[in-house]
């Protein structure tokens, strides 16, 4: 594959809900420019975007994919990305090197509900588009309904460039020069449009010629004064309202038929922009705390952004970037400026196909694969020193679906982490942290489809097995009131005895202040060298409970008097005597159960408002207030975590998946009685079980 001028790249993210066809779009754009010589299917199996085990067996697109093909003197870098709400971190690194989007519409069920949300995300960041009507070999596919329906569900203006030819679908029609291009068993030619779509091709073309001459004041004037508009002027005018957004480009396709892929990929280098005429790349340069513009140039300095890496247990890291300036080099030394590291850079690569062709060097604006750089992963920069340009990396979605899990093999917990630390470096949306409080290893993502997925990469790539259930929720004890109480600890066995004695004292303390220890000791009725054996004790005690089994907080313990023996007192003895002395007083005072709240922010459209608010409050949730944000309602509320650990999959199926929440923790409240009740019977049981 030559070397391309910024000029004559594309970089476009297809994106939709899920089973709209992507995939099989991409399939047959790289079938129709020669890059594979068959058409794959994902019922086969043996398409070459998703090619991953997982993918091929649950026939769903699971990361993006980088697959790049030359049209007309042109080279198009196309990032498939998924469609499912749970990998919602792929379409947001994918949407983060595009140039451009191309957003599908299923011919017959319409918009889906993630395409809504993508459009939106891809408007958010300056990106125009082009619509395809996919699918338009269904029986009940519609394509005029679906264009009208289009500025309603997505809020674009759409424009049509092609239209069907059906009954059945066979082909498509450029409105613009009037070519049919027909296919038949997967095979394109261009011949006439038949002569029964002559008035449609004539009132769809005079559409199209008016909103090209809204471009600028001279194309203006002269549809206004001559009623016409040569076609490279149409061209040119579309082109300048589609790259500022202002219009919408839309055309028919059925893309497991390869028909409409040659009229796409004609429409990406006809109207979509080329990085020189992107959005602007803004970085920072931390040497100067500054924000720099950078300019798609070969001649500028190096800023690559990292946006993909996958993890292979044999043949290492490999690693996916785009370069927003200068070149990357095979062989050559890099700068991370993101982890201030030094990466040695090997043979670089562009994917073709399932083949990769090595090249000597990436320039700006193209894209690029590299493998075995040490440190380097997904959402960083890289640069040259003394350069230190920073790339913004997307704000990546905090983790709202959690399982614990565990090894089903004894031994097996320094392998399980290790595993799961290479998933991490693959997905930034996936996290695993171990939770001190229920002594769990909590692996968290954004769904659980998104947890079933790597669970399953676990067996395949690292021979990990683990068993799974729903996180334990670190509930916390204290005391009600104020107490005090003895512990005394006497052993005589012959010989030296032991002996420790102490009064104490515990009260409550306000939310989120922890613990105290106050030493009210006088006239060393206590020595002051056991006092912190004293100490240790009560400690020790906090984290074991009381009631069930969680730690104590939020009090404070005041040792005021106490006795000793001088040969038999020791430190474990004052030790035994705190720890005694604490839970005898804690019994006294009265200890309640803590459960953590919740800050949740869950965003709906407006018709599913009420229901999700009533199904908060059932949740014993507190609406704390609402906000309208781009036609859709912004809830916020407080809701114990107990309730929000299956609420993914409860939000999503009431709102057709059309819902999402973030939530983070912001205090911990006393459990309602008859839920404490619940909660100590079955710490209770699981103690006595596990004795």
């Known amino acids: 594959m030559r070397k391309y001028d910024p000029e004559k790249l594309r970089n476009v993210a297809l994106i939709a809900h899920g089973g709209t066809g992507k995939t099989s779009l991409v399939e047959a754009m790289l079938y129709v420019s020669g890059v594979t010589d068959r058409l794959g299917s994902i019922e086969a199996g043996n398409t070459i975007s998703d090619s991953d085990p997982d993918e091929i067996e649950r026939q769903v697109s699971l990361s993006c994919s980088l697959l790049s093909l030359e049209w007309k003197g042109h080279k198009v870098n196309l990032f498939d990305c998924p469609g499912y709400p749970d990998f919602l971190g792929e379409v947001i690194f994918g949407l983060q090197v595009a140039d451009a989007v191309v957003v599908l519409v299923d011919g017959a069920e319409g918009v889906g509900i993630q395409t809504e949300r993508y459009w939106q995300m891809a408007k958010e960041q300056g990106l125009p588009g082009a619509v395809v009507i996919n699918k338009m070999d269904k029986e009940n596919a519609d394509f005029d309904r679906q264009v009208t329906a289009l500025s309603g569900r997505l809020g674009c203006r759409p424009v049509v460039t092609h239209i069907p030819i059906m009954k059945p679908f066979r082909g498509v029609v450029d409105v613009l020069s009037g070519k049919a291009y027909l296919t038949e068993n997967q095979k394109e030619s261009v011949g006439e449009a038949p002569p029964e779509m002559a008035d449609s091709i004539s009132s769809w073309k005079e559409k199209l010629i008016e909103e090209a001459a809204e471009a600028d004041d001279s194309l203006t004037e002269k549809y206004l004064e001559e009623g016409i508009l040569t076609e490279e002027e149409v061209q040119r005018g579309l082109r300048a309202r589609i790259e500022r957004g202002e219009v919408t480009p839309v055309l028919p396709a059925a893309a497991v038929q390869a028909t409409g892929a040659s009229a796409l990929l004609d429409c990406i280098i006809s109207w979509l922009p080329s990085p020189l005429a992107g959005k602007e790349i803004k970085a920072k340069d931390s040497r100067k705390d500054a924000e720099v513009t950078l300019a798609p140039k070969a001649e500028g300095p190096l800023a690559a952004f990292v946006f993909k890496t996958t993890a292979d247990p044999f043949a290492g890291r490999f690693t996916a970037f785009r370069v927003f300036s200068g070149s990357l080099h095979s062989d050559s030394q890099v700068y991370n400026s993101t982890r201030r590291s030094k990466e040695r850079v090997g043979q670089i690569f562009i994917p073709r196909g399932k083949n990769q062709e090595a090249v000597s060097a990436v320039s700006a604006g193209d894209c690029g694969v590299v493998a075995k750089l040490r440190e380097t992963l997904t959402g960083d920069t890289l640069t040259e020193e003394p350069n230190s340009i920073l790339l913004p990396a997307p704000e990546i979605p905090e983790p709202v679906y959690s399982l614990a899990i565990a090894p089903l093999s004894k031994g097996d917990e ?69 107490a005090k109480a003895q512990g005394k600890y006497k052993k005589q066995t012959g010989g030296r005895g032991q002996y420790g004695d102490v009064w104490l004292e515990v009260e409550p303390l306000e939310r989120g202040a922890g613990f105290e220890f106050a030493d009210r000791i006088v006239g060393g009725v206590v020595p002051k060298n056991y006092i912190p054996s004293v100490e240790k004790g009560i400690r020790e005690s906090l984290g074991r409970g009381i009631i069930a089994g969680y730690p104590v907080t939020d009090l404070r313990v005041t040792l005021y008097d106490g006795s000793f023996h001088p040969v038999d007192s020791s430190d474990i003895a004052f030790k035994i005597a705190g720890s005694m002395g604490f839970r005898n007083a804690a019994k006294e005072a009265g200890v309640i159960l803590l459960e953590p709240y919740m800050n949740a922010e869950v965003v709906v459209p407006e018709e599913n408002m009420g229901e999700i608010m009533g199904h908060l409050n059932g949740r014993r949730g507190r609406i704390q207030g609402m906000e309208p944000i781009d036609g859709q309602q912004v809830i916020r509320a407080q809701v114990p975590l107990a309730e929000m650990l299956s609420y993914s999959t409860d939000l999503r199926s009431m709102t057709a998946g059309r819902g999402f929440y973030t939530m983070k923790l912001s205090h911990y409240e006393e459990v309602p009685a008859h839920i404490a009740e619940k909660i100590i019977e079955k710490a209770r049981k699981e103690e006595e079980e596990g004795r």
């Open 414 to 482: 320094d392998k399980v982490g290790s595993a799961l630390g290479r998933l991490t470096e693959e997905d930034p949306t996936l996290c695993f942290s171990a939770d001190s409080d229920t002594r769990e290893t909590i692996l968290s993502g954004t769904g659980d489809l998104h947890l079933e997925v790597n669970i399953a990469r676990l067996k395949r790539k690292f021979g990990v097995e683990v068993s799974t259930g729903a996180p334990k929720v670190a509930y916390r004890e204290t005391v009600r009131a104020t």
